[in-house]
């Protein structure tokens, strides 16, 4: 694939994000895939990586940290750049400044984009006391990942946080560390002999800047016998020496020199509260030294309090002293720990980050077409329908809803007078997943007209009394298309019965409403996207099993909906049910799916929808009535559903 990186920060300024850029354009390369770099121009030349194109662009540097440099370029420029590159996929890595404009320009371009979270910006502004600073980048940083197709974060703090700010379509992916270049082979007796003769070593490695907060290592000065040593650089490296008198400074190492200082730790120190990740924690564990951290952050993630080291009280510098101390004091202890912190990152290789990575990729690039379906956008928008692991085993299945659920307009296959909605397709299939020669048992209570009020004072309680061990709800459509729905109000209405089905040990699949595809529909969009939402919503806090519908476009096709506009015909009712047994791990079921397609004949488009339809809606809305009026479901007990084993018991022979 075409891969195009957009980068904040780049050659020859090395910190983590562009650690991590170069790691992904080597992998790239080895795979064969095509990489294209858009980065700040910090030098006139820079040499290419894995081959990798290079596009820089004319920055400025920060006055007070001239390293970090801003990208002020149009987003007309960046577009023109990837429009001749062409990507399958824009990778923002730390995006901020530059990340937002090529946000703005993969979203212009149809472009999935995927953006890695490296960079707490907004810790950076309350560490610098900059509170109208935070309130703006705080609202910035939601903005920038809510436009991207998706966004990787690296630890669960930083997930938390990103959450908080309203960002959704979350996923974890961490990083990787070099085993090779970082491992405790590496010490040196005459490295620490030049450094630190006769000396214990407590050692940082990091940027030296105010968000850092190295200054709280003075509290290590004291110890006995132990010397503090200093690799990095930064604004903040005057004032440090000052601070810190005993300690040494190294300045800025890379490559074999760091992994020698790295190893010739006897601790390692991470005072930092706004890390997203840590990486310089990995590398020390990989070379075998044992890490005390504040327990906040990325820290928390990689951290094992007790076995590889410790995680002090965020601010408490007491705590930090003392922590270092026991490991200082103890050396069986210290060894332990050693041994366990190579062992902690045995299997975080970038090889294998590297693998998640694509898989992201790919998720991006299958989301994409989707969102550019989308009629309109809430808080959260639909992830990709996922398959259980190991498929569940229900016996009692009972369907609520509406004449979507009852099956209006599908006459397929049935007696005149009745309808086969995609409920009743669904029930065979999870029969037919039932081991043994047990009977499966299926209710259908929805009936036509029905709104969510009529789920918690009519279906739930008859749905309770038949004990199933699965319900569907798919609700709320005739609701939101009345005078002045509230999507939210209503939601919060269908998660009172969600609760009481959840409390009662059933399962429970929720199913997003859904629109077809007609100009008509979008003066819905907008409520139909915020229900949406808040069904995820929903699903997700009483881990629900969910259909959500918005990621399947092909249901707004008119091909799907019956000659009235607003119902399924047979076609859509057999998408709809193999999609739901899709998610509800039935096997093969979209396979089967297709073979059900293809040995059925929808009846063809009939006209007369003004008078057939259209009118009769309008007179019983006048004298307000309702198709519903009158009607109970047509499966209020349960129907009795044959097993595999039942089938082939019967069929044996006496």
């Known amino acids: 694939m075409r891969v195009a990186l957009i980068a904040e920060s780049y050659l020859p300024h090395m ?14 390369a080895a795979d064969g895939h095509e990489a294209l770099v858009i980065a700040p121009r910090a030098s006139e030349t820079v040499d290419a990586v894995a081959g990798a194109r290079t596009e820089l662009l004319t920055s400025l540097p920060l006055p007070s940290y001239p390293q970090v440099r801003v990208v002020f370029a149009r987003v007309a420029r960046i577009a023109a750049i990837l429009r001749e590159f062409r990507p399958d996929v824009v990778h923002l890595a730390s995006p901020f400044v530059l990340g937002w404009q090529a946000a703005l320009a993969a979203d212009a371009l149809h472009t999935a984009s995927v953006a ?45 946080q990103l959450e908080g700010l309203g960002v959704d379509r979350l996923r974890m992916w961490a990083r990787g560390v070099d085993g090779e270049r970082f491992r405790p082979e590496r010490r040196s007796d005459a490295w620490r002999a030049g450094v630190a003769p006769g000396e214990r070593i407590v050692g940082y490695v990091g940027r030296l800047a105010p968000e850092k907060q190295v200054e709280d290592l003075a509290v290590l000065q004291r ?75 990325g820290p928390v993630d990689l951290v094992r309090s007790s076995i590889d080291g410790w995680l002090y009280r965020p601010g408490d510098l007491g705590d930090l002293r003392a922590r270092v101390e026991d490991l200082l004091g103890d050396d069986a202890k210290r060894a332990a720990f050693a041994l366990a912190s190579r062992e902690a990152v045995a299997e975080r290789t970038w090889r294998s980050l590297y693998g998640q990575l694509l898989g992201h990729y790919d998720e991006a690039r299958a989301l994409r077409p989707i969102d550019d379906l989308l009629f309109a956008r809430a808080a959260t928008r639909p992830s990709i329908p996922m398959s259980p692991d190991e498929p569940r085993r229900w016996s009692r299945y009972v369907a609520l809803g509406d004449s979507l659920t009852e099956g209006l307009c599908d006459t397929s296959r049935t007696p005149a007078g009745e309808y086969r909605g995609w409920a009743d397709r669904l029930a065979p299939l999870l029969a037919q997943t039932r081991g043994g020669a ?111 519908v918005d990621a399947l476009p092909e249901i707004g096709d008119v091909a799907m909906w019956a000659d009235d506009k607003v119902h399924l015909r047979s076609r859509g009712h057999r998408f709809l049910a193999y999609r739901a047994a899709d998610v509800l791990g039935v096997p093969d079921a979209e396979a089967i799916g297709e073979l059900d397609a293809a040995l059925h004949e929808d009846e063809p488009s009939s006209a007369g929808w003004l008078r057939r339809d259209a009118l009769p809606w309008v007179w019983r809305r006048v004298r307000g009535r309702t198709a519903g009026d009158g009607l109970v479901a047509k499966h209020d007990a349960y129907v009795e559903l044959p097993g595999p084993g039942s089938a082939r018991r019967a069929s044996s022979p006496a």
């Not at 707490?120 to 990942?145: E, F, G, I, S």
């Not at 998660?495 to 429970?508: H, N, W």
């Open 223 to 297: 110890i006995p016998g132990v010397r503090l040593v200093i690799v990095g650089d930064g604004p903040s490296r005057p004032a440090l020496e000052r601070q810190l008198p005993g300690a040494v400074f190294l300045g800025h190492l890379r490559g074999e020199a760091l992994a020698e200082a790295m190893a010739g730790f006897d601790v390692f120190v991470h005072p930092g509260e706004s890390e997203t990740f840590g990486q310089t924690i990995q590398e020390a564990h990989a070379s075998g030294v044992p890490v005390v951290a504040t327990g906040t952050g």
């Open 15 to 28: 910190n983590g994000v562009t650690n991590s850029v170069l790691h992904v354009l080597r992998h790239l």
């Open 438 to 548: 047990d009977t499966f048992r299926f209710a259908n209570l929805a009936v036509r007209s029905r709104r969510v009020r009529d789920l918690a004072g009519e279906q739930v309680p008859r749905a309770l009394a038949l004990r199933p061990d699965l319900v569907s709800i798919l609700m709320g459509a005739n609701d939101l298309v009345g005078h002045r729905a509230d999507p939210v109000a209503l939601a919060a209405e269908l998660e009172v019965s969600v609760r009481v089905l959840r409390a009662a040990g059933t399962d429970v699949l929720l199913v997003t409403p859904f629109l077809p595809r007609r100009r008509a529909a979008r003066l819905f969009a907008r409520r139909f996207a915020v229900y949406a939402s808040e069904i995820r919503r929903i699903a997700r806090i009483h881990d629900c099993l969910l259909l959500d």
């Open 116 to 160: 890695v979270y490296q960079t707490d910006v907004v810790a950076y502004t309350q560490r610098y006391r900059m509170p109208q600073a935070t309130t703006l980048a705080a609202a910035h940083v939601a903005r920038l990942h809510r436009r991207t197709t998706l966004t990787l974060a690296p630890s669960t703090a930083s997930l938390a």
